[in-house]
């Protein structure tokens, strides 16, 4: 039960990473400040990979024994 908590954690951390990355990535745009742009596109990339964590590295010693 509780690698489906963790789950759900990393879940909401992908979109909350995603949103905020969005954000920045929409202001660097306005103010047309190409660095402001980048770390926007690096938070994306970031909240991608975060797709790609194994599950087994959200499991506890007590869940992988079950």
Same mark, same amino acid.
């Given at each position: 039960?509780?690698?489906?908590?963790? &789950?759900?954690? &990393? /879940? %909401? @951390?992908? /979109?909350?990473? @995603? @949103? /905020?990355? $969005?954000? &920045?990535?929409? *202001?660097?745009? +306005? $103010?047309?400040?190409?660095?402001? +742009? !980048? $770390?926007?596109?690096?938070? /994306? @990339?970031?909240? #991608? #990979? !975060?797709? *790609?964590?194994? +599950?087994?590295? #959200?499991?506890? +010693? =007590? =869940?992988? %024994?079950?």
């Amino acid at each position: 039960m509780e690698t489906q908590t963790r &789950v759900r954690t &990393v /879940l %909401l @951390a992908r /979109l909350v990473i @995603a @949103a /905020l990355s $969005v954000v &920045v990535w929409g *202001f660097g745009y +306005r $103010v047309d400040d190409s660095r402001i +742009r !980048l $770390v926007g596109i690096v938070g /994306l @990339a970031i909240s #991608l #990979l !975060l797709r *790609f964590v194994p +599950r087994r590295w #959200l499991e506890t +010693r =007590d =869940d992988r %024994l079950h």
